[in-house]
């Protein structure tokens, strides 16, 4: 059961007490209206919080920090939840019943979360600018490789132009031109921004109850200079005219994408109806796109749909010959509509419900795995908890699937192919 606890205007802590696990986790979280200006810079600044404290001046003494605390590790968090963009850090350490006696783990890693928050090393009123250039060319380094995924390529470009007028078009990470403009004192001016205006977002798992957390963190808060600004609501697709885009790349296979609209999100009681439709339509080697467009028809190399429940996007993405382009589109059209007239046998459905039912079990197989759900769901505004949401998609029946495909609208296409450009 998770526990809520306001700790102070626009900071929520969500305790989930298992004692299951030998290690525990927490994550801070800011959370941030997804803007173009300020993308880049809320992912950069994770990584620079990691490289050093004004007491643990550099990696290596971050390294032998964590160590002493029973081999604990801290990594970076930057998450797109629908319209917001989370930034911050999430902790990984022992449970304090298996430390050795008259030792404790979870109190010293929040002093330490609290120094890697605000003891970051400054110079001229920045962050190290060392540090931020390092930071900066990994950060660009990650961007770029996106060119090496065709897939992912792919798929960024069509939720681009898709979304063109809607936040869940930018990039998650920003723009390369963006990140490299950044300099130290901006990016410190920013950060001290978003700490003071945010939401902020903390969520643990472990077996320490929810009151001593909040106890805990009480160093922190006290630190903190406030003053909240609300975030808007998650919003659904914002419409626009769509268009069918054809690049021209050095490539060896064809790239197929495909968006959809639906006014179903997660937000509705439809949503599961709609996860069960994209189960069977195209989720995995049991859809009607694997099982027909790539085994029966040999159409393509790889096909599958991804369905952006905060937005009501769905998505088709195919890897294909670049002749293939057309009659590909058409075989995927015609299994939607195959969904839409309600060809979809008792087995079709059962599949579907069992293969989601079995994700939502493995939520609670580890303490990251409640963290993912159960912090992003806060934020998406999903009020559905794993037992709810299966009990919704056990009940899910043929009739609510059929209308949930008659929902879907082809919005826009993106074909990446063979050539010099």
Known sequence: MIKTIELSPGIELRCCRDSRFKQGCLSFQIVRPMLADENAMNALVPSILLRGTRRYGDLRAITGR???LYGAAVSTIVRRVGDYQTTGLYCSFMDDRFALPGDAVLEPMLAFLTELLLDSPLEDGGFLPAFVESEKKNLIATIES????KRA???????RTMCREDAFGLPRLGETAQVAAIDPVQ???HYRKILRESQIQIFYVGSAEDRTVAELLQPLLQR??????????QTPFRPCQGVDTVETMEVSQGKLCMGFTSPITNRMKEFPAMQVLNTIFGSGMTSKLFLNIREKMSLCYSIGSGYYGTKGIVTVSAGIDFDKEEVTREAVLRQLQACQEGDISEE??????QAILSSLRAVHDSPSG????????ALSGMGLAPAEYMAAVEAVTKAQVVAAANSLRLHTT???KGGSQ
């Open 66 to 68: 964590l160590d002493e």
């Open 146 to 149: 996106e060119l090496n995924d």
């Open 153 to 159: 390529y792919a798929m960024g470009k069509l939720l």
């Open 187 to 189: 990016l410190y001016t």
């Open 224 to 233: 903190l200079e406030r003053s909240f600004v609300p975030l808007a609501p």
């Open 348 to 353: 079709e459905l059962t599949a579907a419900r």
């Open 370 to 377: 409640i963290e993912g759900y159960y912090a992003t769901a």
């Open 414 to 416: 993106y074909f990446l």
